[in-house]
């Protein structure tokens, strides 16, 4: 199962990339996310680990397995047999930029939780979309 969102953005991709790898920031832009804490210091790269609490769902560790800094970051968490895999990806469309958020549930139980889970996961990163839409538009806006 994978869900994926896309907007376009008012405000250029390195304004949001910003916003990307400031992770701690998150739940300050969207109510999908009630806390978020890195597990390490220094620049956001690949190995960067942080747990995320969300609405309804159990606290989760994330790492981050790809990134191509300024352009776009994967990282995974696993569970119970399912490993959810994101992917956060900004691309330069004018003087903005367009915003690609997905996630996809693969492993042995992914098919039976897809169901359960599905809706809340689309909400979710439709909400996290909107949030770092809005912020990246908002500073852009104040900047100029």
Known sequence: M???????????PEDVWRLFVDVERWPRMTKSLREVRRLDSGPFRVGSRAVIKQPGLIRARWEVTELEPGRSFTWQTTSGGVTGVGGHVVTADGPGSVITLTLRLQGPLAGLIAPVVGRRARRYLTVEMEGFRRTAESQSAEAS
Do not use: D, S, W
């Not at 994978?2 to 250029?12: F, I, L, Y």
């Open 2 to 12: 994978e869900h994926r969102v896309t907007t376009a953005v008012g405000a250029p």
